[in-house]
């Protein structure tokens, strides 16, 4: 389970976040929808202290961090329970896709690496890109890249994975694989925390949403409940902008 209580972090004078409270069940899919600038990707980041929040407190599982008092030990402990699907990529330029997804087995778990070498290549083979295993990611698409991205999170086995708007930097016609790809996970039932534009993809794969606007959690329920019937005005604007026409309310 995830509790988020009174998570705040500002740059500078601009407040992000302005005291986040969110509880998440294990196996729970949330996504978080919101306009940019909203806070969203610095929540996500402040959860495995890419971002160092300004205070508020962060439990994953049976690791707890006070983050105006956060140590080395305890920031590691609870980096370890999550990873992250970034929306650029993020992979090592100087290893193949192979080696991408090698690399977390041989820094955080320290496999052998004929082991890992194993494991990366059943993970490639799940993602359908067994023939790409000895390409660098400058030869490989941008979905291609995303979903070796999504295999190397997937690898460490987390207890929550963590997705920042993974197909804001795709061509359009490369989010639907990326997607399909992501609701295959979903169906494994994992914690995963999903910041996305993707309204209809939300509505789909979600079992809570959450719509954050200026650093608040301004309305939290089911997908059918927020996309038919939301309760708060700044909702229901956000949405009839950024739904396609069949679903706006």
Do not use: W
């Amino acid at each position: 389970m995830i509790e988020i209580k009174n998570l705040k972090k500002a740059f500078n004078q601009n407040e992000v976040l302005r005291g986040i409270n969110l509880s998440i069940n294990d196996n729970e899919i949330v996504s978080i929808i919101g306009s940019s600038g909203g806070g969203k990707s610095t929540l996500l980041r402040c959860l495995n202290f890419l971002e160092h929040a300004d205070s508020g407190t962060i439990t994953i599982g049976d690791a707890s961090v006070n983050c105006e008092q956060a140590g080395k030990n305890e920031i590691k402990k609870l980096r370890l329970k999550s990873t992250m699907v970034f929306q650029n990529f993020n992979l090592f330029k100087n290893k193949t896709a192979l080696e991408n997804i090698m690399e977390p087995l041989i820094v955080n778990k320290i496999l052998p690496k004929a082991e890992a070498e194993k494991v990366a290549l059943a993970y490639l083979k799940k993602i359908g890109l067994e023939d790409k295993r000895d390409e660098y990611p400058s030869k490989l698409s941008g979905g291609q890249q995303q979903r070796i991205g999504i295999a190397r999170a997937l690898v460490l086995d987390p207890e929550v994975i963590l997705f920042d708007e993974p197909t804001s930097a795709l061509d359009p016609e490369l989010v639907s694989d990326v997607l399909k790809l992501i609701k295959e996970v979903a169906s494994e039932k994992r914690t995963m925390i999903i910041v996305t534009h993707e309204m209809a993809f939300a509505r789909d794969v979600s079992d809570r949403i959450v719509y954050i606007d200026k650093g608040d959690v301004v309305e939290e329920g089911a997908p059918e409940e927020i996309f038919t019937n939301p309760k708060e005005e700044r909702t229901r604007q956000f949405l009839s902008r950024s739904l396609q026409p069949e679903y706006i309310i």
